[in-house]
């Protein structure tokens, strides 16, 4: 390190505080959630307690032509676990392909004729 330049430290603000201009500073962000799995389960989650909250009130909606909230989260729920199936899906062969497993191609039945 070249003790002329300035560390970090001086960069990041001038004497006033304020944002020092010319050199800018990045932390390296590292991603929360790479394959989505929790993502779309926490979203389950939140479907099924909309739903699990409404059911009380069925009748009161039905009776004032709101009963599509309850559709709503049952649609929520169901177009969930597709999308879990396909993240665990995702994930499995994200972790296959790290390993340095070829996924095998699907193989032809031979044609007799």
């Known amino acids: 390190m070249n003790p002329d330049e300035p560390t970090p430290d001086e960069t990041a603000t001038d004497e006033s505080g304020r944002p020092a201009r010319g050199r800018l500073l990045a932390s390296e962000v590292h991603p929360l959630d790479v394959d989505g799995v929790r993502t779309v389960s926490v979203g389950i989650l939140v479907w099924t307690v909309a739903l699990l909250g409404l059911l009380?009130?069925?009748?009161?909606?039905?009776?004032?032509?709101?009963?599509w909230w309850l559709w709503t989260c049952?649609?929520?729920?169901?177009?969930?676990?597709?999308?879990?199936?396909?993240?665990?899906y995702r994930r499995d062969r994200m972790a296959q392909d790290s390993q340095g497993q070829q996924p095998r191609p699907a193989q032809r039945p031979e044609r007799r004729g």
């Open 56 to 67: 009380p009130f069925a009748s009161r909606l039905r009776g004032a032509g709101m009963d």
């Open 74 to 88: 049952v649609t929520g729920i169901v177009l969930g676990l597709v999308g879990l199936a396909y993240c665990r």
